[in-house]
């Protein structure tokens, strides 16, 4: 036999053993395994261990302290006051892929980090500024947005649940939970007997009206958890916050809080009140309320928590402001 020949016979060999080492000894590769997760935008097919998710809104701060594998997130600068400093180092570390508002949302930086899940944390009607087929076409989308302020226990369980980040997500609810069972028990002799109402944060002074919040709402949800009562029930439900919340004009004040024992009332991070807020401390109505005249007006710091992290914060803030109550 010549060298060519025993050459070529050696080079087949050579070719038929490897393919059949590619076709017939490699397993197949295997599949990532999905589970049918219920949003706001259906039902949707998701990975059941998600390694790279994309977190817009609400979501945010949730699944910050909640550990999940984020791999891009919007802007949350509402939230900034709130973070601890683990929690604000890992938010300014994070690639930004979108704005505050679902507007500004970047399709192209969404693609370039490359997710296995997105996560939107904005309210339903809010979704119709996003283009969601096109971010369907990138990776799996849920939706699970805010409804009624005091509904953000479930939704944040469900926002890390989703991404894969229960175990992060327990931790921290026991931290509160524990929190605000020790201040029930604190405050349980004056809270319950009390008569509550609350000025939040979102009145409009151009149209001389004030924020009203009763239980359940922004600034009393977490209150509620510790014992807090705030009397009385919207008129007019219409819809989210306005289903606890309502917006009186200013010369409504002396008989919409005329009955409180005590009031409380949102103020900043910083324990300064915001233009709504000052609107309504400055008037003469005020200062002319029981309460106020009694000196139970107790300003109330963080009433804009959304996370269990945040809403240890609110826990200190009310312990802090109604301590005098508890002296007494």
């Known amino acids: 036999m010549s060298t060519g020949r025993t050459l070529g016979s050696v080079m087949l060999a050579l070719a038929v053993a490897t393919a059949g080492c590619a076709?017939?000894?490699?397993?197949?590769?295997?599949?990532?395994a999905t589970r049918v997760f219920k949003a706001a935008n259906g039902d949707i097919t998701i990975p059941a261990d998600p390694k790279r998710v994309v977190a817009t809104g609400y979501a945010v701060?949730?699944?910050?302290?909640?550990?999940?594998?984020?791999?891009?997130?919007?802007?949350?600068?509402?939230?900034?006051?709130?973070?601890?400093?683990?929690?604000?180092?890992?938010y300014d570390k994070?690639?930004?892929?979108?704005?505050d508002t679902a507007a500004e949302t970047n399709y192209e930086a969404i693609a370039n980090a490359k997710p296995d899940l997105i996560v939107i944390g904005v309210p339903t009607p809010v979704l119709a500024d996003i283009d969601l087929k096109r971010l369907q076409s990138i990776a799996p989308v849920v939706a699970i947005?805010?409804?009624?302020?005091?509904?953000?226990?479930?939704?944040?369980?469900?926002?890390?649940?989703a991404a894969g980040a229960l175990e992060g997500f327990d931790t921290a609810k026991t931290t509160y939970e524990a929190k605000a069972d020790e201040l029930r028990t604190k405050y349980e002799k004056v809270l319950p007997g009390l008569k509550l109402a609350h000025v939040g944060a979102y009145g409009e002074v151009g149209k001389g009206t004030f924020q009203r919040e009763f239980d359940r709402s922004w600034g009393t949800n977490i209150a509620n958890d510790i014992g807090a009562a705030y009397y009385g029930q919207v008129k007019v439900k219409g819809g989210g916050s306005k289903d606890v919340s309502e917006y009186p004009s200013i010369e409504e004040l002396p008989t919409a809080l005329a009955e409180a024992d005590a009031?409380?009332?949102s103020v900043g991070p910083?324990?300064?009140?915001?233009?709504?807020?000052?609107?309504?401390?400055?008037?003469?109505?005020?200062?002319?309320?029981?309460?106020v005249k009694a000196g139970k007006a107790f300003a109330i710091r963080y009433t804009e928590a959304a996370t269990y992290g945040q809403a240890l914060l609110t826990l200190d803030a009310l312990d802090k402001s109604l301590a005098p109550l508890a002296a007494k």
């Open 61 to 90: 701060p949730v699944l910050i302290e909640a550990g999940a594998p984020l791999t891009g997130i919007s802007t949350w600068k509402r939230g900034v006051p709130l973070m601890d400093a683990k929690t604000r180092a890992a």
């Open 263 to 265: 009031v409380t009332y």
């Open 94 to 99: 994070l690639p930004k892929v979108a704005g």
């Open 270 to 291: 910083d324990g300064a009140p915001l233009q709504a807020v000052k609107y309504v401390l400055d008037s003469e109505l005020w200062k002319k309320l029981p309460a």
């Open 23 to 32: 076709s017939g000894s490699q397993p197949p590769a295997a599949k990532t």
């Open 145 to 161: 947005g805010p409804t009624v302020p005091s509904a953000w226990r479930e939704l944040s369980q469900r926002q890390a649940d």
